[in-house]
Each structure stands twice: as C-alpha cells, then as structure tokens.
C-alpha cells in the first residue's frame, strides 16, 4: 500500500469528497456486491451482510430510498471519488425512523470502501468529512464494528469515537460467529481532526 514519507496513507491526487449523485448508483453497487465474493473467497468482510447477496431489484429500492433521504435532508451521505468515480461511502442516518422522532438526534454510521482502495487513507478522509458535515444535524454518532478489525477501531477512537458496549457473537456468518464492538461519538464536543483531508 503506498504510504507518503510520513507513514501515513498516501490520499489519491484526484480524490474529491462530495454529495451523492445519481449516478452513483452502478459504482456503490458493485462495491458492495463484491463484498459477497471476498466472503465466499474466505476473507473477512468489516460489515455484516445478508446470507445471499440482494437482487438488482433489491439495490434500486435500496438506492432509490438512500437518494430521497440524502436529498431531504434526513441521512448525511458523502462519497468518495477517485478519477472520476465513486470508490466509497460514509453515511450517517438516523437510528429512528424519521429525525422528527425521539432518537432523532442520533445517527448511525456505515463506511464501505472498493478494495482496491482500501488502506490508503480514503475512509479516514470520508468519515472525518461525513462527522464535519453532521455536526449540527446529529448529537451523537454511533457504530458497531467487528471486535476482530483492530484496523478499524484504531481510526475510530482516532476521530474520537469511545467504546459504549460489547455484543458477544453479533454476527453469524456460517457456521461461525463474529463479536462486536459497539462505539459513540459525541458530536456535541467534537473537533475535526487536525491531519488535512480533500475536499
């Protein structure tokens, strides 16, 4: 993985960070769908997925509603570009049904990333993005993350996430079960990190 003289990940020179677009669509899409096939092939997969992989008809209903809640206001979404096209998410959407609810003022974060571009400091960048843009909007952020991805939750408590509680085997994938860790950023007191990101 490149790494810039620092040790730090090296950010992609035409990596932008913006607002989710339609066309975006096709690209997360195919993101997610091959988190399926690294899991048949054996390798751990961060996030927890259903048994079969969705149907196309499944993603457009699931696209279709993401897009609607980004442009109303109710989710906090930003993507990841590199070249032209999407290679990662970051959103943030109310743990309740709607904000107008008595949890409305708690978001619930989800990342994913093409593995192509895995460790080279594009999550880091779009979550300290997607905080920034939820601060005034949320109160706390919260996630669940795989005890096992230590990778993970070392950016987490970096951006100021703190551990709130433990699901012992939360995730059961075959035959197998998988911890999780349960983690909450309190937005209120929250600074962005220091370290620059794009914009």
């Not at 048949?40 to 048994?51: D, K, M, N, T």
Request: aromatic content about 8%; charged content about 25%.
């Amino acid at each position: 993985m490149p790494a810039a003289a620092s040790g730090a990940p090296s950010l992609p020179e035409s990596l932008v960070l913006r607002s989710l677009r339609w066309g975006d669509f096709e690209p997360l899409v195919a993101i997610y769908y091959e988190l399926y096939e690294e899991r048949a092939e054996g390798h751990p997969v961060g996030i927890a997925l259903f048994r079969h992989r969705p149907t196309r008809a499944d993603e457009v209903d699931w696209f279709t509603r993401l897009f609607r809640a980004t442009l109303a206001g109710e989710d906090v979404m930003v993507i990841a570009e590199v070249d032209g096209r999407a290679v990662g998410n970051c959103t943030v959407a109310p743990v309740g049904p709607l904000r107008q609810s008595e949890t409305g003022h708690i978001g619930l974060l989800g990342v994913l990333i093409d593995r192509r571009y895995r460790g080279r400091g594009i999550g880091t960048a779009l979550l300290a993005r997607c905080l920034e843009e939820c601060r005034g909007q949320f109160e706390q952020v919260r996630l669940s993350v795989h005890a096992d991805n230590e990778r993970a939750i070392r950016i987490y408590r970096r951006l100021g996430f703190v551990p709130c509680g433990h699901i012992p085997r939360g995730i059961k994938r075959g035959e197998g079960y998988i911890d999780e860790e349960l983690m909450i950023l309190d937005l209120t007191r929250w600074s962005p990190p220091s370290a620059p990101h794009k914009h």
